[in-house]
């Protein structure tokens, strides 16, 4: 899909906004909070990086977690106020899962990475490889390919 800009250049648009949620099956609020909890986690992985903050891996990864605690809390919410005014309450059972498995292994990649970068160099014996902390990655990606074949389908 091509777009054109003010000045002769094109924009491609790979993936629209709607496509976008329907394909990870999340709200545009949900989103808005994945974005805005990456933005400060890069903000403060780049001070700390730059040795211009001290802080912990932990408070580097404080907000994606939060905001994976956030997510959890609303969609556990939402899921119950599906399941009891829904008639077709099978389709909703396997939304349920397919999200909340996606979540599952987004949040599994990302503590893994916290757990790897905060104990280089501690213990040798018990250290992470890093392909442990990539494959909830790896399983993510492939599944997020069956599923835009699923969405180019339809």
Partial sequence: ???RMGDGCKLIVVITHEQLVKWLGITTF???MHTLSLTLFSAVLAAKLDGLAGVSWLA???PLFLCDG???YFRIIA???LIYHAQRQRVYIAR???TQGLAFGWFMFKFLLYMKLSSDGEEEEEE???IVVFL???GLLTILVFLSCELRGR
């Fill in 1 to 3: 899909m091509l777009s």
């Fill in 30 to 32: 949900e989103l808005f």
């Fill in 60 to 62: 580097v990864f404080a």
């Fill in 70 to 72: 956030v997510n959890l």
């Fill in 79 to 81: 899921y119950f106020r």
């Fill in 96 to 98: 349920i899962f397919k």
């Fill in 128 to 130: 992470l490889s890093w």
């Fill in 136 to 138: 909830p990655l790896i």
